[in-house]
């Protein structure tokens, strides 16, 4: 365990990494008579040498929360008991077995939530229970988040995770922020410590950072210039940018340049997106449009980043692929400073899958959802289609569902519907450690350890990062239960249940060397060679075959001096293996073998976002559109059990502008009624020129006052679930992501 006495001699100290949020924050806990007593930044950390945020201090209180579950429990109508380990998977036997005989797996899903990606057993586990379940569609809070970007990624590059990430520590003449706000999120497909450290380099080294963003956030404070625009309309200004760099001579694709194919289709596509003809629907100047086109093209070293607000809207996937376009066409692409793609030291489940999965065919309306007629999108239809698949009757209706690290009662659009139909379920099982807003509605809760009570090493998170690096953190405090199983053990046997094996009787451990075996055969390697190197199986036997294969491993003994796991437990404060260097040739696996700069399945989607701005866009006399906001002391909606994190500045309000406040009557603190096609609430107003006019902003994540949840602080701190606005229907076409900015909506004084 990489602990010390501290200098007062009676606490220990612990390296550990923050798994949060994907800056990945070392963090120093220091432990005494078996409880954490305080949490400092851990400066030696050599990756994130020293930063920090508020969340980070508080693993602590989440790792003592009172109303976390600390043992299974099982819900009879209302009441829920404790039962033992053998009770409660006994109870999922007896739950799932029934809808599975009489309906066939086709009943049975599973929503995945955004924890699962930052937990180290979640992240390299829950791929077996789908497998072995039999499930044939899954539900995931990835389509109410990066799916477009992971579109445009394999139609650009070949793999839906082959996702390209600004190289902001090299960055010095030019940033612009899109739809992001890391002063909040602190970066997201975009891992990478204190990006507002990096904005305030750039800015003091002459360089200048513009935020476009329809609310004046945080990162726009700190930021040369604010652009306001309107939400759904940043296609329409990225093909604007994109015609005035061929318009003008622009184009100078740099060092990438022989990798590079559609330049001519492209330059064809843009020839009518002036800037002059989209500029009234963006409400962005068409000079202005102009000019970023000029400077982005004469900065030597600049970066187009976009993230949330430029997926979670009605023409997603235009705009994500856009912002790859733009630095591709500037020369901002493979190169450093520009847009470049992550060498994560070990490679994740995910991504290990992303070709496979691609070889089984165009990952693009293969089937159909049953009720909406959704089409598939790799893989997955939208979040929201999940509560009409559960209260719709008919041949293949889901009956049974398994959530894991998710909360689609909060997070996903259609929010009313869905909690309506969740009771409806024939059986229920939540791998989850809160009673909250969706698991109230499961007949089994099955809680991991504790927070701090787990080894940890980033599974998916290294695939964005700015660097290559690597930290592995041993529990910082022994398991609580000695009896309980670990989380992968839980989610191996729901696995052999949901596969119909008896509850008593799944062999965890063969389940487990059959899963490790999958992966290392996926890496090219013998089982029958790997497994006798190891004594103990679970994820830390995944995280080194993970290491001992990455582009840095000693691939069992082929490679000299290459790394292992062990290498990662000599050093507790990480080991940094340097900035990103250029390898688009090595991670392109397109069918052309080059960047597909116009991919005809997002190209053909521009014609609707024509007709949109055609229709004068959002901007109709008196309507509203809704956008979405994060804090900083959030996270989506299960950290507001923290006593710490909740009140002050983080409250869930709706923010308007003064002229459409006052044309509302509504004065700051007042209680507005704000109601979409979907849905209506009531909120507590505050009234901000950090609003564009005619746009007003809500966080998501709150709405804790439903009955049954069993979260006190968050309950005192309710706040109401803007998810009830977000239409479920209403999405990104060609991804099927939920739009959950851009919501036309009506706000009237209460
Ligand atoms: N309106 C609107 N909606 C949004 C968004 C938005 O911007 N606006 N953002 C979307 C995005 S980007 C995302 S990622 C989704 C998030 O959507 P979800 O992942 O569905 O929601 P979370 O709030 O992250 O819920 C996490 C769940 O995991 C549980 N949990 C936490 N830690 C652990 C753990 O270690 N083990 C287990 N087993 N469970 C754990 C929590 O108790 C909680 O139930 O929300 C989306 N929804
Ligand atoms: N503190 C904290 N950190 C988090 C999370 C959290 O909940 N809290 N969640 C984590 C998760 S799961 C994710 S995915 C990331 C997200 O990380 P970010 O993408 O940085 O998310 P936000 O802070 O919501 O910033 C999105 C911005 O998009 C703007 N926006 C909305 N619609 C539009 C539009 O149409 N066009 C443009 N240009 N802008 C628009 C909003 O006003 C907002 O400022 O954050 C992660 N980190
Ligand atoms: S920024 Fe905060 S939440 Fe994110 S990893 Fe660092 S300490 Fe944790
Ligand atoms: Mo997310």
Same mark, same amino acid.
């Given at each position: 365990?990489?602990?010390?006495?501290?200098?007062? $001699?009676?606490?220990?100290?612990?390296h550990?990494?923050?798994?949060?949020?994907?800056?990945?924050?070392?963090?120093?806990?220091?432990?005494?008579? $078996?409880?954490?007593?305080?949490?400092?930044?851990?400066?030696?950390?050599?990756?994130?040498?020293?930063?920090?945020?508020?969340?980070?201090?508080?693993?602590?209180?989440?790792?003592?929360?009172?109303?976390?579950?600390?043992?299974?429990?099982?819900?009879?109508?209302?009441?829920?008991?404790?039962?033992?380990?053998?009770?409660?998977?006994?109870?999922?036997?007896?739950?799932?077995?029934?809808?599975?005989e009489?309906?066939?797996?086709?009943?049975?899903?599973?929503?995945l939530?955004?924890?699962?990606?930052?937990?180290?057993?979640l992240?390299?586990?829950?791929?077996?229970?789908?497998?072995?379940?039999?499930?044939h569609?899954?539900?995931?809070?990835?389509?109410?988040?990066?799916?477009?970007?992971?579109?445009?990624?394999?139609?650009?590059y070949?793999?839906?995770?082959?996702?390209?990430v600004?190289?902001?520590?090299?960055?010095?003449?030019?940033?612009?922020?899109?739809?992001?706000?890391?002063?909040?999120?602190?970066?997201?497909?975009?891992?990478?410590?204190?990006?507002?450290?990096?904005?305030?380099r750039?800015?003091?080294?002459?360089?200048?950072?513009?935020?476009?963003?329809?609310?004046?956030?945080?990162?726009?404070?700190?930021?040369?210039?604010?652009?306001?625009?309107?939400?759904?309309?940043?296609?329409?200004?990225?093909?604007?940018?994109?015609?005035?760099?061929?318009?003008d001579?622009?184009?100078?694709? $740099?060092?990438a340049?022989?990798?590079i194919?559609?330049?001519?289709?492209?330059?064809?596509?843009?020839?009518?997106?002036?800037?002059?003809?989209?500029?009234?629907?963006?409400?962005?100047?068409?000079?202005?449009?102009?000019?970023?086109?000029?400077?982005?093209?004469?900065?030597?070293?600049?970066?187009?980043y976009?993230?949330?607000?430029?997926?979670?809207q009605?023409?997603g996937?235009?705009?994500?692929?856009?912002?790859?376009v733009?630095?591709?066409?500037?020369?901002?692409?493979?190169?450093?400073?520009?847009?470049?793609?992550?060498?994560p030291?070990?490679?994740?489940?995910?991504?290990?899958?992303?070709?496979?999965?691609?070889?089984?065919?165009?990952?693009?309306?293969?089937?159909?959802?049953?009720?909406?007629?959704?089409?598939?999108?790799?893989?997955?239809?939208?979040?929201?289609?999940?509560?009409?698949?559960?209260?719709?009757?008919?041949?293949?209706?889901?009956?049974?569902?398994?959530?894991?690290?998710?909360n689609?009662?909060?997070?996903?659009?259609?929010?009313?519907?869905?909690?309506?139909?969740?009771?409806?379920?024939?059986?229920?099982?939540?791998i989850?450690n809160?009673?909250?807003?969706?698991?109230?509605?499961?007949?089994?809760?099955?809680?991991?350890?504790?927070?701090?009570?787990?080894?940890?090493?980033?599974?998916?998170?290294?695939?964005?990062?700015?660097?290559?690096?690597?930290?592995?953190?041993?529990?910082?405090?022994?398991?609580?239960?000695?009896?309980?199983?670990?989380?992968?053990?839980?989610?191996?046997?729901?696995?052999g249940?949901?596969?119909?094996?008896?509850?008593?009787?799944?062999?965890?451990?063969?389940?487990?060397?059959?899963?490790?075996?999958?992966?290392?055969?996926?890496?090219?390697?013998?089982?029958?060679?790997?497994?006798?190197?190891?004594?103990? $199986?679970?994820?830390?036997?995944?995280?080194?075959?993970?290491?001992?294969?990455?582009?840095?491993?000693d691939?069992?003994?082929?490679?000299?001096?290459?790394l292992?796991?062990?290498?990662?437990?000599?050093?507790p404060?990480?080991?940094?293996?340097?900035?990103?260097?250029?390898?688009v040739?090595?991670?392109?696996?397109?069918?052309?073998?080059?960047?597909?700069?116009?991919?005809?399945?997002?190209?053909?989607?521009?014609?609707?976002?024509?007709?949109?701005?055609?229709?004068?866009?959002?901007d109709?006399?008196?309507?509203?559109?809704?956008?979405?906001?994060?804090?900083?002391?959030?996270?989506?909606?299960?950290?507001?059990?923290?006593?710490?994190?909740?009140?002050?500045s983080?409250?869930?309000?709706l923010?308007?502008?003064?002229?459409?406040?006052?044309?509302?009557g509504?004065?700051?603190?007042?209680?507005?009624?704000?109601?979409?096609?979907?849905?209506?609430?009531?909120?507590?107003?505050?009234?901000?020129?950090?609003?564009?006019?005619?746009?007003?902003?809500?966080?998501?994540?709150?709405?804790?006052?439903?009955?049954?949840?069993?979260?006190?602080?968050?309950?005192?701190?309710?706040?109401?679930?803007?998810?009830?606005?977000?239409?479920?229907?209403?999405?990104d076409?060609?991804?099927?992501?939920?739009?959950?900015?851009?919501?036309?909506?009506?706000?009237?004084?209460?």
């Open positions: 365990m990489s602990s010390a006495p501290d200098s007062t $001699g009676n606490s220990t100290v612990h550990r990494t923050c798994h949060l949020c994907e800056a990945m924050c070392g963090l120093e806990v220091h432990v005494s008579e $078996g409880r954490v007593h305080k949490i400092r930044p851990n400066r030696a950390d050599a990756w994130s040498k020293g930063h920090i945020c508020p969340k980070g201090t508080t693993l602590g209180a989440l790792q003592d929360d009172p109303d976390r579950l600390r043992a299974p429990v099982i819900r009879t109508g209302d009441t829920w008991r404790e039962v033992t380990w053998d009770e409660a998977f006994a109870e999922c036997e007896r739950l799932l077995r029934p809808v599975l009489e309906h066939g797996n086709q009943a049975l899903t599973a929503f939530g955004n924890p699962l990606a930052h937990n180290m057993a992240a390299r586990y829950s791929g077996i229970l789908i497998g072995m379940a039999g499930i569609h899954i539900y995931s809070s990835g389509t109410v988040d990066q799916w477009p970007k992971n579109v445009s990624s394999l139609l650009m070949g793999g839906m995770w082959t996702i390209p600004p190289d902001l520590r090299r960055t010095s003449d030019l940033f612009v922020v899109m739809g992001a706000n890391p002063q909040a999120s602190q970066g997201s497909l975009l891992a990478c410590p204190d990006v507002m450290g990096e904005i305030k750039i800015r003091r080294g002459g360089g200048k950072v513009v935020v476009v963003d329809p609310r004046r956030t945080g990162t726009a404070d700190a930021a040369d210039e604010w652009l306001p625009i309107v939400p759904g309309t940043d296609a329409a200004l990225l093909m604007a940018v994109v015609h005035v760099l061929f318009a001579g622009l184009v100078d694709l $740099g060092p340049a022989p990798h194919a559609g330049l001519a289709d492209l330059e064809e596509l843009a020839r009518d997106w002036t800037p002059e003809s989209v500029a009234g629907a963006c409400r962005v100047p068409a000079d202005r449009i102009r000019r970023l086109a000029h400077e982005l093209a004469a900065a030597r070293s600049a970066v187009v976009g993230r949330i607000g430029l997926c979670n009605e023409f996937t235009l705009a994500s692929w856009l912002v790859d733009v630095n591709i066409l500037t020369g901002h692409f493979d190169t450093p400073g520009g847009l470049m793609f992550p060498k030291v070990n490679w994740s489940v995910a991504t290990l899958t992303q070709h496979a999965k691609k070889a089984e065919g165009a990952p693009f309306g293969r089937w159909h959802s049953r009720v909406r007629g959704a089409p598939e999108v790799l893989g997955q239809v939208p979040a929201s289609c999940l509560a009409e698949e559960i209260d719709t009757d008919g041949e293949g209706r889901i009956r049974a569902l398994v959530t894991i690290a998710g689609p009662a909060v997070s996903a659009p259609g929010a009313d519907r869905l909690r309506a139909a969740l009771p409806r379920l024939d059986a229920m099982i939540s989850d809160w009673l909250n807003e969706t698991t109230r509605h499961a007949h089994v809760v099955l809680p991991g350890p504790g927070p701090l009570e787990t080894a940890h090493f980033d599974d998916l998170m290294w695939n964005f990062a700015v660097g290559s690096a690597g930290k592995w953190s041993e529990p910082v405090l022994p398991p609580a239960d000695p009896d309980r199983p670990a989380e992968w053990e839980i989610v191996l046997r729901l696995a249940i949901a596969a119909g094996q008896k509850a008593d009787a799944v062999d965890v451990k063969a389940l487990d060397d059959m899963w490790f075996s999958v992966l290392v055969r996926a890496c090219g390697l013998d089982p029958d060679e790997v497994l006798p190197h190891y004594t103990e $199986g679970g994820p830390e036997r995944i995280v080194d075959l993970s290491v001992r294969t990455g582009p840095w491993g691939r069992y003994g082929r490679v000299e001096g290459g292992t796991l062990a290498d990662f437990k000599a050093a404060n990480g080991i940094d293996l340097g900035p990103m260097v250029p390898r040739a090595e991670v392109l696996a397109t069918d052309s073998g080059s960047v597909e700069l116009a991919p005809a399945y997002i190209t053909a989607d521009l014609p609707r976002l024509r007709a949109h701005l055609d229709r004068g866009g959002a109709e006399p008196g309507g509203l559109v809704l956008v979405s906001r994060r804090h900083l002391r959030s996270k989506n909606s299960w950290l507001h059990n923290v006593p710490a994190l909740v009140g002050g983080n409250r869930c309000t923010i308007m502008h003064p002229d459409d406040a006052a044309r509302a509504l004065a700051d603190g007042g209680t507005a009624e704000v109601a979409s096609e979907a849905g209506s609430l009531r909120v507590a107003v505050q009234v901000s020129d950090e609003m564009m006019p005619g746009v007003v902003s809500m966080p998501h994540g709150w709405g804790h006052d439903d009955p049954g949840t069993r979260m006190a602080t968050a309950r005192a701190h309710a706040g109401v679930n803007s998810n009830v606005l977000a239409p479920g229907t209403f999405v076409a060609i991804s099927g992501n939920a739009a959950v900015n851009g919501v036309a909506v009506t706000v009237t004084a209460v």
